[in-house]
Each structure stands twice: as structure tokens, then as C-alpha cells.
């Protein structure tokens, strides 16, 4: 049985703001077992990519994490100190974030940013910190890497930029690699290249990955374990197959209408209706209710557990308590 590299239990991250406190990130639970991957989906404001930045602790000035434990190989990090988590960002865990032009500094090299990433946690010297730079650009898939860890970001392309970030992320063989939207920016077919790379790279290092995303059609074929986010919760959870055949989460479904079906381009997609909810004030039922077709009373009143629906299959919604009883058989706990 592998072992979980990162426990999350019961993660709450507020940001205290002029108007309130904004609960971006509302008591979530998940395992991450060595050289797995996790796909986090949901729309924006979803809370996916605060999660991610709580456990890199690189939120804004105004976000704190109030409540919860996040265990990297049983240490809670959340009670380290400022040296422990430089420490633990880079060396254990790194992350690739959205945008590769906006996340490198313009006025230096790729070559010196790569190098400073390592010397920052290595006492290597310089020259073997280039060569190792080197190294890693080749490692990504970038050509004539001698010559590119000399260029400037601008002088790089879209998909060569989220190389150089992948490289700098894999500078000191992390035990776990965060990928927040790694391939938003990026067209069509530089996205599967990115994709087949990091699946690539996982299988030589065996690196654990959590691949945050909106687009479920990026982790469809790369997690082993997929959690649907809404509202700062989790509201469902299971594996490729779980979610996108047998979904049992009004809000999944949603998401899953909203996907062209490559069977019958013709098929009018169907949006999720509403807007988001504000975080400011979080409804006393289900995050998701005043957008559901199928709300119930209990919806409006009661925030629904996690329930057990298979082996690997978890969803929170009273529809799924409604079928269970309308069927006859017992509801099966967390």
C-alpha cells in the first residue's frame, strides 16, 4: 500500500478584507500517496488555487490560514517558521503557476533564475549550478538548452517559457510538484506537449503531482483521483471514471454539460446558470442550491455531508440521500 506524502484534513484559509472575512477555503479533506496525481477542478473562486497557496503558504498579506492541518509526511507544516518553509517550498514541494511570462523576472536570464533556484537550496557552486541548469532545460524538452539559458523570457515562446518553468520547479527533485493552471495560457496543442511532459517527468523522478484546473478535459486521462471543488468545499470526489461517468453532484454534472462532446458537435452546450456565491456571506445550506435545478428544502438549510457512494466515489449532495432512500437501502457513511 503507498503511503500519503501530504495529508490535508479539515483546511480552512480566510482573507480579512475592509468588507468581512472572505472563507475562500472552507474546511477541505484529501490525500496525496507518493508518485500520484490529483486533479483540483472547479470554476473561479472555487477555492482550488488558494488551497494550493496554503500549502505553499504564499498567500496575500490579508490570507491566513484560521483553522486545520496540512502533514507532509506526518509534519504539520502549517506550524512551521518562515527558515522551515523556505526549506520545505522548492526542495519538498514546488509549483508551476499560471501565467510563465508573468511568473519570470524579464530582466534576468532563464539560465540565472533556473541557477538561483538551485543554489538557493544546494551549496553547489556556480558552474555546476549552470551545467545542472543546462541539465534541466534538456530534461523539459528545450532545444539547444546552452544556448536558451542565455535568452531573456521575451525571447522565448508561450510553451518554451512553461518549459523553463517546469525546469525550475524540478531544480531540486521535489517530492511533490503543484501545477496551478499550467497550461491556461498556452494554445491547443503546446497544452498536450506540456501534459505529456509532466506525466513524462513524473514516471523518471516519481514525483507526487496536484494539477489544479477549471478544464476537466485536462486531467481526464493524467489523475488518479479527482475532487471537485464549489464554494470553498469539496463536493465530490473519486477517480476519472467516477466523475466523469457516474457524476453524482448536481454542480459536476453541470460541469460536464458545459464540455463539447467531440460524439455530437451539434449539441447545444448547456452553461450553469447564476453566478458564483459570495464567499462574504456563505449560505446556511449547500454552496450550490440558489444555482441548482434540482434544489430541495433541505438544500436551503443544511450543508450536506460527504457520502460514500462506491469504494472510490464520494459526493455531498442531498440528491444523492434522496435516491438512497427512494430505493430502499441504507445510506452509506463517510
Known amino acids: 500500500m503507498s503511503e500519503n506524502i501530504l495529508v490535508v484534513k479539515d483546511l480552512h484559509t480566510s482573507f480579512f478584507t475592509d468588507s468581512g472575512e472572505v472563507k475562500a477555503v472552507n474546511g477541505i479533506n484529501f490525500q496525496l500517496e507518493a508518485g500520484k496525481t490529483l486533479g483540483i477542478v472547479g470554476e473561479s473562486g472555487s477555492g482550488k488555487s488558494v488551497t ?23 509534519n504539520d507544516i502549517t506550524k512551521y517558521d518562515k527558515k522551515q518553509m523556505q526549506g520545505f517550498r522548492g526542495k519538498c514541494c514546488s509549483i508551476i503557476f499560471q501565467d510563465p511570462m508573468t511568473s519570470l523576472n524579464p530582466v534576468y536570464t532563464v539560465g540565472n533564475q533556473i541557477m538561483e533556484a538551485i543554489r538557493l537550496h544546494t551549496e553547489i557552486p556556480r558552474r555546476q549550478a549552470k551545467e545542472r541548469a543546462v541539465e534541466l532545460l534538456r530534461l523539459v524538452g528545450v532545444n539547444e538548452p546552452e544556448r536558451r539559458i542565455k535568452q531573456y523570457p521575451f525571447e522565448l515562446s508561450g510553451g518554451m517559457r512553461q518549459r523553463v518553468m517546469i525546469a525550475m520547479a524540478l531544480a531540486c527533485e521535489p517530492d511533490i510538484l503543484i501545477a496551478d493552471e499550467p497550461t491556461t495560457a498556452l494554445d491547443v496543442t503546446i497544452q498536450a506537449q506540456i501534459l505529456e511532459l509532466m506525466q513524462d517527468l513524473q514516471k523518471k523522478l516519481g514525483m507526487a503531482i496536484i494539477m489544479v484546473t477549471h478544464d476537466l478535459g485536462v ?6 483521483e479527482i475532487i471537485v471543488m464549489y464554494g470553498g468545499k469539496v463536493c465530490e470526489r473519486g477517480t476519472a471514471d467516477d466523475i466523469f461517468y457516474s457524476p453524482m453532484h448536481e454542480y459536476t454534472k453541470g460541469l460536464l454539460r458545459s464540455i463539447p462532446s467531440v460524439n455530437n ?20 445550506g449547500c454552496a450550490f442550491c440558489s444555482r441548482c435545478d434540482n434544489a430541495m428544502k433541505i438544500c436551503l438549510e443544511e450543508v450536506p455531508e460527504e457520502l460514500r457512494v462506491s469504494p472510490t466515489h464520494l459526493a455531498a449532495c442531498w440528491m ?13 457513511e463517510q
Do not use: F, H, W
Open 265 to 284: 458537435m451539434k449539441e447545444r452546450l448547456v452553461p450553469i446558470a447564476g453566478t458564483p456565491i459570495n464567499l462574504l456571506n456563505l449560505p446556511k
Open 52 to 74: 494550493a497557496y496554503s500549502i505553499m503558504q504564499i498567500l496575500a498579506e490579508t490570507g491566513r490560514i484560521t483553522s486545520g492541518e496540512i502533514l507532509y509526511k506526518g
Open 320 to 332: 444523492n440521500v434522496r435516491r438512497m432512500a427512494e430505493e430502499g437501502g441504507a445510506v452509506i
Open 219 to 224: 486531467i481526464a486521462s493524467m489523475c488518479d
